[in-house]
């Protein structure tokens, strides 16, 4: 009787204790919960705001001669057509050069790179150059590309230095698919003869690509939107004329909607609005694009 009532309090202490830990438990989850879902309906909100005070101010000069027309001194004969296309060419470009070079780099890190100190100095060095400010890319363009290798200022010099600048973004993230790729798929295809490149080839690098392709998006978005490297390697405020080679100057939208902003007349002010919105149209095209190619990429993978 004694060793019985001794017994159940003991118990009954360690369930309260349970009980009171499940509790906290709850309590922090449900807090942290609230938190984000705060913190990601404020930014819905603000994205909100600021899209729909672009639109009220920009839509209305939305017109077909903004495409057509060369930039003027003159708002209402002002158009983008040159900032446009430059964009389309240092963004192809750019995704051109800065796709291969870093998917071939991923693989040879996560596929052939043996795992020593030379690796780990290297992986370190891609993960800093990845927070890097991008002006320091546009003075390393400057310096290397348009100085020492006298392309000058053009769309190759830009397009080079934009590169630079989304190569450690895509190799990280193209790093990530690769290295959730199950190891059995490859053992498999070792197990039936197959080489380390056939391997990466053919299994490994057609059940990643849906990943690297999202790193690939999530780069060339920031890479449109940037002005200060592009500023600084050579890219004019105002030109009248569509480039013809990767040689020529060029203009691109940023740069335009910058241009524009800075004058004080309204007009001008709802010309930047429309171009902002131009922008967001082009990279929303070029997403599409990148999407359904991983959506097919997606399809085809046969577990």
């Given amino acids: 009787m004694s060793v019985s009532s001794t017994t159940k309090p003991a118990v009954s202490m360690t369930e309260r204790s349970s009980s009171a830990n499940l509790s906290s438990r709850r309590l922090r989850g449900n807090l942290m919960f609230t938190v984000f879902l705060s913190a990601t309906v404020i930014s819905v909100v ?62 040879y890190l996560e596929e052939y790179a043996p795992r020593n100190w030379w690796t780990r100095i290297l992986q370190t060095n891609i993960s800093n150059l990845a927070g890097v400010p991008s002006v320091v890319y546009g003075l390393l363009g400057l310096g290397l590309f348009a100085e020492w290798l006298r392309l000058d200022r053009s769309i190759i010099s830009g397009a080079l230095t934009l590169a630079l600048l989304v190569l450690p973004i895509i190799i990280i993230s193209s790093q990530e698919a690769i290295r959730a790729v199950p190891s059995t798929l490859r053992e498999a295809a070792f197990g039936l003869g197959a080489t380390k490149w056939q391997v990466a080839r053919d299994h490994v690098l057609p059940v990643a690509m849906p990943g690297i392709l999202t790193g690939t998006i999530l780069a ?71 999407i359904v190619l991983r959506q097919r990429f997606r399809r085809k993978i046969r577990w």
């Fill in 46 to 107: 603000i994205l909100a705001v600021l899209l729909w005070t672009i639109l009220a101010q920009g839509w209305s000069w939305l017109r077909l001669d903004l495409f057509t027309n060369m930039p003027s001194r003159k708002a209402e004969r002002a158009g983008l057509q040159p900032a446009l296309y430059g964009t389309l060419w240092v963004i192809s470009l750019t995704a051109l050069l800065a796709f291969p070079i870093g998917v071939l780099a991923a693989i």
């Fill in 220 to 290: 060339i978005s920031r890479a449109i939107g940037e002005t200060a490297p592009l500023l600084v390697v050579g890219a004019s405020a105002y030109v009248t004329f569509n480039p013809n080679s990767f040689s020529d100057k060029f203009t691109v939208l940023p740069m335009q909607i910058y241009e524009w902003a800075r004058r004080p007349q309204d007009e001008f002010q709802g010309l930047a609005a429309s171009a902002i919105i131009v922008l967001m149209a082009v990279l929303l095209i070029l997403n599409s694009v990148a």
